[in-house]
């Protein structure tokens, strides 16, 4: 009788073991990439460790807003969202906690992730002008601050000013020339503009294409998705600003939640999204540069060139949003 109590005791206290190693080899991301960006990763993240993901895909608004109605019932490890501007915003509104490790520190430079260690840029998405190749030559472009000058009146198309991507982008140039010239900027834009703005950086780079202007702002991604699907379209790209502070650069990036019941293996989660091993799944899928320096690109985004980023920590879209907001507002940027 005694040694059917011992078997019964080591039996329940194995399968405990075993409950609680299930458990903790388990990680929950919230994410505002889509699941085709962001499952293959998974899927290489479990064949490699055997770490469960469980994963929800939706805009970060409803995302961030889940999380705030949960609170410490939430089952998400991890936010993973796009732009710094929305992994700031999660940090101030107590989503995200600091996490210490060395790893992340070594892989992913000062200025592509938060000064607090809340979040982490885990691929660059650079910021930068496009044109129409039979309609201008690369020397007669330089700066973003240079499309304000008369000289392209009626030349310049922008998307709208509503996209967390421009306001960002004018944040940022607040941090750098302090609000009065940024405004100045922006106002000499919107004199140039061949037309009205436009809801996506597709349809404005197709509008730049068809000569219906000559240069425009654009995500780099946004350009490798159309010059795959349409190779002969006179379109190229130009990184602006190499004699001054660099091309302004934003991030897709991730933290770990406040309440995460994983938290180790969420950690563990965003050091390999930031490794050799895992950076340029992350960054290819979706045409984007690797956060990791020691990571080349792939060879599609390698050939648009090399480029200096601007060096001003990404976190100052967010800090600076909403200055930039109303600045726009006030320019009649739309």
């Known amino acids: 009788?005694?040694?059917?109590?011992?078997?019964?005791?080591?039996?329940?206290?194995?399968?405990?073991?075993?409950?609680?190693?299930?458990?903790?080899?388990?990680?929950?991301?919230?994410?505002?990439?889509n699941e085709q960006l962001i499952k293959p990763l998974f899927d290489a993240y479990t064949k490699e460790t055997g770490v469960q993901i469980k994963f929800i895909t939706d805009k970060e608004g409803p995302l961030m807003q889940r999380l705030k109605v949960e609170g410490a019932n939430t089952p998400a490890d991890l936010l993973?969202?796009?732009?710094?501007?929305?992994?700031?915003?999660?940090?101030?509104?107590?989503?995200?906690?600091?996490?210490?490790?060395?790893?992340?520190?070594?892989?992913?430079?000062?200025?592509?992730?938060?000064?607090?260690?809340?979040?982490?840029?885990?691929?660059?998405?650079?910021?930068?002008?496009v044109y129409n190749t039979q309609k201008l030559k690369p020397n007669e472009l330089s700066t973003y601050e240079d499309l304000a000058n008369p000289k392209w009146k009626g030349r310049l198309c922008l998307r709208t000013s509503k996209k967390v991507y421009n306001q960002s982008l004018v944040a940022m140039m607040i941090a750098e020339h302090g609000?009065?010239?940024?405004?100045?900027?922006?106002?000499?834009?919107?004199?140039?503009?061949?037309?009205?703005?436009?809801?996506?950086?597709?349809?404005?780079?197709?509008?730049?294409?068809?000569?219906?202007?000559?240069?425009?702002?654009?995500?780099?991604?946004?350009?490798?998705?159309?010059?795959?699907?349409?190779?002969?379209?006179?379109?190229?790209?130009?990184?602006?600003?190499?004699?001054?502070?660099?091309?302004h650069v934003n991030v897709s990036g991730a933290g770990v939640t406040k309440y995460a019941k994983h938290e180790q293996a969420a950690i563990k989660l965003l050091e390999w999204l930031s490794s050799k091993n895992a950076q340029n799944l992350f960054a290819d899928v979706n045409l984007e540069y690797p956060v990791n320096p020691l990571v080349k690109p792939d060879p599609v985004v390698a050939a648009w060139?090399?480029?200096?980023?601007?060096?001003?920590?990404?976190?100052?879209?967010?800090?600076?949003?909403?200055?930039?907001?109303?600045?726009m507002d006030r320019a009649g940027y739309k």
Not at 1 to 22: D, G, K, N, P, Q
Not at 87 to 106: I, N, R
Not at 308 to 327: F, R, W
């Open 1 to 33: 009788m005694l040694l059917i109590i011992r078997l019964f005791l080591i039996t329940s206290l194995t399968l405990v073991s075993l409950f609680s190693t299930a458990q903790a080899e388990e990680v929950v991301v919230y994410s505002a990439r």
């Open 80 to 129: 993973l969202t796009v732009d710094a501007g929305n992994l700031w915003q999660a940090a101030q509104e107590g989503l995200l906690k600091p996490v210490q490790s060395k790893v992340l520190s070594s892989n992913i430079r000062g200025y592509l992730r938060d000064p607090g260690n809340q979040w982490f840029g885990l691929s660059v998405r650079a910021r930068t002008l």
């Open 179 to 247: 609000e009065a010239k940024t405004e100045q900027i922006v106002r000499g834009w919107i004199a140039n503009l061949a037309t009205d703005v436009f809801p996506d950086d597709t349809k404005m780079m197709e509008a730049i294409a068809a000569g219906q202007c000559d240069v425009g702002i654009v995500n780099t991604y946004y350009f490798g998705r159309l010059i795959e699907k349409s190779p002969k379209l006179p379109l190229a790209l130009f990184w602006p600003n190499q004699s001054a502070n660099g091309v």
């Open 305 to 327: 060139g090399s480029f200096k980023q601007n060096p001003i920590n990404v976190a100052k879209a967010g800090e600076l949003q909403t200055a930039a907001v109303k600045l």
